[in-house]
């Protein structure tokens, strides 16, 4: 192509050129121009990009402050610069950086491009919101096209409006583009030098002319005095020399590894996802949940084996699909899953230009089913006798995944005490404090199996004392009720080093221990790790009174 055979300038010479240049431009000020500031990233509507660009003419030219390893005003405004995209328009807006020529403005006035008679038809390549005049929109990126459009602007050199020269720097041209990589670009997997990742920037603008002629030599009087040709991407040149590497992004900053927990409350059926560790990540406008495990071939089943799949096999070679897209920093999966089966998770944080991704992580949800039946009964005593009152509570032993080598050890019992509107919702998540809104221990010891509607059960009493606030006959109840296995998974920790640190029961993945379903206390974890014990997913009773409203005693019995 045309750019073969533009004749570079040696290394050397071209640091005596940059040297000299840097002298003329001395008068410049590293803060941003009073008349416009940049933008005040991170905003989650916007996409920053990254990285470097360079040019034969002015060497480096920086896209973000995030660059500098020196520059420790960064992040606390005072030199804070980039340049960003914004999601719903596609409208660029920012500065980037040379320490030779000083600020490009990758917005400029609509009304300075319209004086110097520059090609004002690029936004037709823009959505709504940068395609008229009245967006004031210089410059914009095409999601679809995934291409550049429009001009940027050397505030150094824009001293008039000269169509050929005033520091434009165009980014479209009929034999030059510049377009952001593609997840299904060729040049991702084809490049012989590695191939630029998805969301790098790949191609040339170019600064010093007002137009191309069709072999691509500028055309003007000032073609030369310009910025020339800036290259986004070190591939773009002949050879790319790993001494000298280079490119800008527009790729978000990778989060750190994922927790994985069963859903307290949920535990039979429900995963919870979190992503804290290098939440938010810098450049991501939203965050995508992505889940894989087994499925039987002849039922719809999540599975683990073929035991799963009565007649048929569990395929584990499926794809991974995508659940959930959202801004925050977690998801409950509890859509249902099925128990006893083992999901794998990736998470993707993204923006308009590329998504980068976590490791996979995986857990296995409980072996327990949900309990059934769940009744509690208040036996209240006559006032003024020595009588205790009671709550009795029965229900049905809950059903053990076949597979499962370990037993059922105990079931947890807590109640709420409600205010007069008896909406459970209310109870919160389990914090052990009295007061309406939380669940509070009950008694434990509840495994006497008894005759309970036909089937085996266990039940249990509760014996309340008279000095028991629960006799307060305003106050709502409800109890709820677990169970908890002998066995459990290897959970937590972030300073394992690998598999041994983690105890027979987990795998060390990323720093933290995760996987295994043979651990029986903490021990069995290693330093790093806790064992999650398998539980079931809650089951809560009628709500109730313990003694009725009224001044007459009136005794309650159950049916």
Request: hydrophobic share 35%.
């Amino acid at each position: 192509m045309f750019r073969n055979n533009i004749i570079k300038i040696t290394i050397a010479f071209l640091g005596l050129s940059v040297l000299t240049i840097g002298f003329l431009v001395l008068w410049l000020s590293y803060d941003l121009p009073k008349t416009k500031q940049a933008l005040a990233l991170p905003d989650p509507s916007w996409a920053p990009l990254q990285g470097w660009a360079w040019t034969d003419t002015y060497g480096w030219l920086s896209f973000n402050c995030r660059n500098s390893e020196t520059d420790t005003n960064c992040k606390n405004g005072s030199h804070d610069y980039w340049v960003a995209v914004d999601e719903a328009t596609g409208k660029l807006d920012g500065y980037a950086w040379s320490d030779n020529v000083g600020w490009i403005e990758f917005n400029p006035l609509w009304s300075d491009i319209t004086t110097a008679g520059l090609d004002t038809n690029f936004y037709n390549n823009c959505g709504a919101g940068c395609n008229s005049a009245v967006d004031n929109c210089s410059s914009c990126y095409n999601k679809t096209t995934r291409k550049f459009y429009g001009w940027a602007r050397v505030l150094s050199e824009a001293s008039g409006n000269d169509q050929y020269d005033a520091g434009w720097i165009k980014l479209d041209g009929v034999n030059f583009d510049l377009k952001a990589i593609d997840e299904t670009d060729s040049q991702v997997s084809g490049n012989p030098k590695g191939g630029a990742p998805w969301g790098d920037l790949l191609g040339w603008a170019w600064g010093g002319a007002k137009a191309l002629f069709a072999d691509g030599t500028p055309i003007g009087p000032n073609a030369t005095s310009g910025i020339g040709w800036l290259s986004f991407n070190c591939v773009n040149e002949a050879s790319c020399p790993s001494v000298n590497l280079y490119k800008v992004t527009g790729r978000p900053d990778a989060l750190g590894a994922l927790q994985i927990n069963r859903i307290d409350g949920n535990d039979s059926y429900g995963l919870h996802i979190d992503w804290s560790n290098g939440y938010p990540a810098y450049g991501a406008t939203s965050y995508e949940v992505w889940r894989q495990s087994g499925r039987c071939s002849n039922i719809p089943e999540d599975c683990d084996s073929d035991v799963y799949c009565p007649g048929g096999t569990c395929d584990f070679n499926l794809p991974y699909e995508a659940k959930a897209t959202t801004t925050v920093n977690n998801f409950h999966d509890d859509q249902p899953l099925n128990l006893f089966v083992t999901y794998n998770y990736v998470v993707r944080d993204c923006n308009i230009f590329a998504c980068s991704k976590t490791s996979a992580r995986s857990l296995q949800t409980s072996p327990i089913e949900y309990i059934r039946n769940f009744k509690a009964t208040p036996i209240c005593a006559a006032p003024g006798t020595q009588q205790a009152s009671y709550v009795d509570m029965a229900w049905s032993k809950p059903y053990i995944f076949s597979l499962f080598n370990g037993a059922l050890a105990e079931y947890e019992l807590d109640y709420c005490k409600l205010d007069v509107s008896g909406d459970v919702s209310k109870c919160g998540g389990g914090l052990l404090s009295e007061g309406k809104g939380y669940w509070i221990p009950a008694v434990a010891g509840c495994a006497s199996p008894i005759a309970y509607d036909g089937q085996a059960a266990y039940s249990c009493r509760e014996v309340l004392l008279s000095s028991d606030a629960r006799y307060q006959s305003k106050d709502f109840y409800v109890y709820r009720v677990r169970g908890v296995a002998n066995k459990g998974t290897c959970l937590g920790g972030n300073n394992c080093v690998n598999n041994a640190d983690c105890g027979t029961g987990g795998d060390c993945q990323e720093g933290a221990c995760v996987g295994g379903n043979s651990c029986f206390s903490n021990t069995d974890c290693g330093t790093a790790g806790d064992c999650d014990l398998f539980k079931s997913t809650w089951a809560f009773s009628n709500v109730f009174r313990i003694c009725p409203v009224g001044t007459s005693y009136q005794e309650q019995r159950p049916q």
